[in-house]
């Protein structure tokens, strides 16, 4: 049996540090009684661009002054202009709006499974997607089905079928499991939750031959990964691949609220026809009010910038900390690093978020002694420092 506190207005789904926010702006936030926290986790990436960026509010706060939402079943003046942004920013044809980034998963393989039936020729209802070990792509039931984690898969069943489970950063593993009813492989460019694992530089681009010569559609999930966390719009451009559907969420609200999409192929994202598929609030106007905002700031390339330009430092800190023995691996790109506490320091990932939390610097651990460091791209060198300094003072403090 599972102890919950006994009586408690809140569902107990996540165990939050002890600590209660009250305002942000850019890369700091201030709690309730005035403490000030460098963000380090930046919303999972949805606030790439820091809090309450000003441009973005003020985007929105005209846009709620003037129109809010309509739903689908009326056309309204931003949304032709934002999927025509989108699609040229992300270099797409065509985009299909949702809300958060588990929808755009869902849209993606539902536009693949229809692909399946009405184009390759697959007998319906035996579609197969094949997916990696150790992903995340969000909490529905049927994205649950196919998650290797036990905290998210264990009884939510019974499971969706349909899906093929392969090592991740395992071409040969892909190629073995396709078969003539194999619709899609569906795959994040790195894995963000698992602990930021960065798959070869290879394995993408074989992915592609491998989807290209068996006519199978190649589906990157780039809800974290993609807009500026690694330095580019699209993290797949760094590896020179282009998917045939790719999935966008987080940063795309610009913090402000949930709003994602699909991007990729017409041909495969036609098959969504009138009353196929839908959302309420999918493309609504104060989402692409805000989502134009933030397509417009990735299109002057200022903040994939910022994020290569402080690659090369953190890397640096990082693999010193490794170098003394704190870390037993580190793993980075752009702004975005997974580290592992050397397990002989005792401590867990949540023990250094709370030692990092009581240096003013806020982090989220991943897995056991895994922590994921992702600050808002917006943040300065000497921030950075800060973060860095505390990471290394705090690991430091377990040597005694
Ligand atoms: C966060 C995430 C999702 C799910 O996004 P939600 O907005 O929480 O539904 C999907 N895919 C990846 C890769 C993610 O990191």
Known sequence: MVLVPHRSVLAPNYRP????????????????????????????????????????????????ERLTLVSRAFNHDLLLPYAEALTTLTDTETMLPM?????????????????????KGVPEDH???????GSFHGRTTTIISFSTDPAAHAHYGPYTPGFVLVPYDDADAVAAAITPRTVAILVEPIQGEAGVLIPAPTYLPRLR?????????????????GLGRTGWTLDQQRV????????????LGGGLMPVSAVVGR?????????????????????????????????DSGEFQQRARAMEGYLGERLDALADEGLLNASRHVGLWAGIDVNPELGLTGRQVCEGLQARGVLAKDTHGSTIRLAPPLVIEPSELE???????????????
């Open 209 to 225: 031959e491998l989807a290209t010569a068996n006519d199978v559609l190649l589906i990157v999930d780039e809800v974290q990964a």
């Open 17 to 64: 540090l002890d600590i209660t926010l009250h305002s942000g702006q850019g890369v700091w936030l201030t709690d309730i009684h005035g403490g000030r926290y460098l963000d380090c986790l930046a919303g999972y990436s949805a606030l790439n661009f820091g809090h309450s960026h000003p441009r973005l509010v003020a985007a929105a706060q005209e846009q709620v």
């Open 99 to 119: 809300n958060t980034g588990a929808e755009a998963v869902e849209t993606a393989i539902k536009a693949a499974r229809k692909w399946g039936y009405l184009v």
């Open 240 to 251: 020179g691949v282009e998917a045939d559907l790719t999935t966008l969420g987080k940063a």
């Open 266 to 298: 017409h041909d495969v994202l036609s098959l969504m026809t009138a009353g196929t598929h839908g959302s309420t609030f999918g493309g609504n106007p104060l989402a692409c009010r805000i989502a134009l905002e933030v397509v417009a700031m990735l």
């Open 386 to 400: 800060i973060a860095l300094d505390a990471l290394d003072d705090t690991l430091h403090a377990t040597l005694g």
């Open 127 to 133: 579609a197969e997607i094949i997916v990696a070990e």
